[in-house]
């Protein structure tokens, strides 16, 4: 069963992202394909966390980032690394928690209602795969919590899937 949460108060994050990895968990059960278990993962997100505009995956090729499965308005297709909000995180190889779009250097607006923005590196024995991106119509509405939250998420996801 997938529930459609409130938005949370700090102290209630940690309950929201264990209600969310189990659902992803269950989910990921008995299926390996990355598309499946991305598109899904963006799927549970999207509508079960509060408060976003966009939710979705990039994954590195070629020495950038291209989009994969996400749920919202149409996205931009290519990301350099070390551009943006995405390709500062997978540049880095660390989660990117910026409470202000705007004041982000070289922010890349895909969608102009964005003005808060999450990044988790996805990643497998120390390499970066990808990015998970979660965009939000609201300041400031991702924190530490949300950070430690999604990481948990990223890994069940990275556990549960063959990657090539």
Same mark, same amino acid.
């Given at each position: 069963?997938?529930? #459609?949460?409130?938005?949370?108060?700090?102290?209630? *994050?940690?309950?929201?992202? /264990?209600?969310?990895?189990?659902?992803? *968990?269950?989910?990921?059960?008995?299926?390996?394909?990355?598309?499946?278990?991305?598109?899904?993962?963006?799927?549970?997100?999207?509508?079960?966390?509060?408060?976003?505009?966009?939710?979705?995956?990039?994954?590195?090729?070629?020495?950038?980032?291209?989009?994969?499965?996400?749920?919202?308005?149409?996205?931009?297709?290519?990301?350099?690394?070390? *551009?943006?909000?995405?390709?500062?995180?997978?540049?880095?190889?660390?989660?990117?928690?910026?409470?202000?779009?705007? /004041?982000?250097?070289?922010?890349?607006?895909?969608?102009? /209602?964005?003005?808060?923005?999450?990044?988790?590196? #996805?990643? *497998?024995?120390?390499?970066? $795969?990808?990015?998970?991106?979660?965009?939000?119509?609201?300041?400031?509405?991702?924190?530490?919590?949300?950070?430690?939250? $999604?990481?948990?998420?990223?890994?069940?996801?990275?556990?549960?899937?063959?990657?090539?």
């Amino acid at each position: 069963m997938f529930v #459609v949460a409130t938005p949370p108060s700090t102290a209630a *994050k940690p309950g929201l992202y /264990a209600d969310l990895l189990s659902q992803a *968990k269950a989910l990921f059960d008995g299926e390996r394909d990355p598309t499946a278990n991305s598109a899904n993962l963006a799927a549970l997100l999207f509508h079960a966390a509060p408060d976003l505009n966009w939710a979705g995956f990039y994954w590195l090729k070629d020495g950038g980032l291209v989009l994969g499965a996400f749920q919202g308005k149409p996205a931009c297709v290519r990301i350099a690394l070390g *551009k943006g909000v995405c390709g500062t995180a997978a540049a880095s190889a660390r989660t990117v928690v910026v409470t202000d779009v705007h /004041a982000f250097p070289g922010h890349i607006a895909c969608d102009g /209602a964005s003005e808060s923005e999450i990044v988790v590196p #996805v990643m *497998k024995r120390n390499r970066v $795969l990808g990015v998970l991106d979660l965009d939000s119509p609201r300041l400031a509405r991702f924190d530490a919590e949300d950070a430690k939250g $999604l990481e948990a998420i990223v890994a069940a996801f990275v556990e549960a899937t063959d990657f090539a």
